[in-house]
């Protein structure tokens, strides 16, 4: 088995995160076992679904078959909207599709403001953590004032959010504020879901050529270099590895300012504060 060189961040109360993982967003169930077998296999030790994604079962058994001990792979699923008043329950099937006791970290996969029950479904992760069946609880899609009604009215801080972030769309205001309250970002969307031509621009052509990496290399590194987590999408064995030859070099200030400057307040996703979706 190989071992890749990925280091861990910390999130609040302690809980060590590698940073970098792999995603199963629009991964086939048909497909999943395989995938998550595979990322395995190379050395991959975080995964990243949700109850939405509709493949937890399959990323259970790709764990339960990968021999590895549970408390080497970190696994992260998240909440469905329609579930929000309800997320002691949901959570519990999550579990069993999943075939594991506890989850390293639960998320509220999104805000839904129109509907006003995530403060209800925080306080009930807040419980799922006391209960030692979350290792961290935290948050995605959130905004600033999100954020702030939950820690006003719970005191509990979210170890995480996970937001669409990528060089075309660097959200640096609600950075700014996880940075502040210590909330670690997840970058979902790191490759900006491939639906851009960050990949052709002539700067980023350069800077790759010039540590001997491929554009994609080179984002996901930009995006380590400001130690945010990601789990780039892919369900290709040789990307994998791709993906996670990352540790071995470092973009210097001007190359790093070169990809900050491709900011352009662009989201391939949805917007977290109309997203009604259940
Ligand atoms: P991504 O930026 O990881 O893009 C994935 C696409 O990038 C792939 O389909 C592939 O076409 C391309 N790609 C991957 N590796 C590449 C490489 N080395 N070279 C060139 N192209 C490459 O987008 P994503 O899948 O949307 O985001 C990653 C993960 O984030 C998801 O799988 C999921 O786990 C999570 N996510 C979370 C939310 C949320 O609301 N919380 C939303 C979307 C995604």
Same mark, same amino acid.
């Given at each position: ?6 280091? $861990? ?45 509709? $493949?937890?079962?399959?990323? #259970? ?6 021999? @590895? ?30 075939? =594991? ?14 509907? +006003? ?7 009930? =992760? ?28 719970? +005191?509990?801080?979210?170890?995480? $959010? ?5 060089? @075309? ?21 790191? =490759?900006?879901? #491939? ?9 980023? @052509? ?5 540590? +001997? ?6 984002? =996901? ?24 030859? @990352? ?21 391939? +996703? ?9």
């Amino acid at each position: 088995m190989t071992a890749l060189p990925i280091p $861990n961040i910390e999130l609040q109360h302690g809980t060590q995160i590698p940073q970098l993982g792999v995603g199963v967003f629009l991964v086939e169930p048909s497909e999943t076992e395989s995938v998550v077998s595979t990322a395995l296999e190379v050395g991959y030790r975080h995964i990243d679904t949700a109850a939405a994604y509709g $493949n937890e079962a399959e990323v #259970g058994r790709a764990i339960a078959s990968s021999g @590895l001990a549970r408390e080497d792979v970190f696994v992260t699923t998240k909440l469905w909207n329609a579930d929000q008043a309800r997320a002691a329950d949901a959570f519990q099937v999550s579990l069993d599709k999943l075939q =594991l006791d506890r989850v390293d970290l639960y998320l509220i996969h999104w805000p839904q403001p129109m509907f +006003g029950e995530a403060l209800g479904a925080w306080k009930a =992760l807040v419980d799922i953590a006391a209960s030692g069946r979350a290792a961290a609880i935290g948050v995605s899609n959130f905004e600033i004032d999100h954020l702030q009604q939950l820690i006003d009215e719970t +005191g509990v801080v979210p170890a995480v $959010n996970q937001i669409e972030l990528h060089p @075309l769309h660097q959200r640096r205001e609600l950075a700014e504020f996880c940075r502040e309250h210590g909330i670690a970002i997840e970058a979902w969307g790191p =490759l900006a879901q #491939g639906k851009s031509d960050l990949f052709e621009r002539p700067e980023l @052509l350069e800077i790759a050529r010039a540590h +001997g990496k491929t554009p994609a290399q080179i984002v =996901l590194r930009w995006h380590v270099q400001q130690e945010r987590i990601i789990f780039p999408k892919t369900t290709r064995r040789e990307r994998l590895f791709e993906n996670a030859d @990352l540790f071995d070099f470092a973009l210097s200030d001007a190359e790093m300012s070169v990809i900050d400057g491709y900011e352009a307040g662009t989201n391939f +996703g949805p917007d977290p504060r109309t997203f009604d979706a259940r």
